[in-house]
């Protein structure tokens, strides 16, 4: 499916059986989201220079693939961008031409924590990948955030192997 407008990817995609709280509106990332969406990955990592020309290029290179599924949560008071997260498909051949889904850049802002907003996010995207047929669901996370995450039906893998360059 197609997405209509300048949204990332088909809002249509997004499940309504997730239903967030009355001041939060679930919607996909949009080009002139890009303040916001930076600021809001600060949080979880470095993110370090991003012209406006380089974000608008990344995120017409993400919509054409039609592969990236960035879901953010507005606050609908403010219409600031409070929380966001990725799920990533990769073709395989594997599997009968299966699909592999990957769940990144999970963040929910500082200020709006312990609303449950981070159990939203991952309800929606594994909804998501289900709906999509991917065949496995993965992501990483720090040590501490294992307990959280084995709630959305994950199991730890010891065997992650990771290089930096
Ligand atoms: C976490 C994120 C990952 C992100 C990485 C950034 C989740 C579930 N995992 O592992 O998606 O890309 O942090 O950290 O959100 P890095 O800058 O050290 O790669």
Redesign the pocket.
Known sequence: PKPRGDALFNEDLIPSSVEPPSEIRVRALHPNDQDDYLKLLEQ???VGYVSKHDFEQRFLSMKNADTYFIVVLEDVATSKIVGA??LVVEFKYIHECGLRGR?????VDEAMRGKKLGVLLNKILVEMARELGVYKLS????TE?IPF?TKFGYKENINFMVQRF
């Open positions: 979880l990592t470095s997260a990725s769940i990144e850049d999970v963040v992501l990483e996370c720090k955030l995450y």
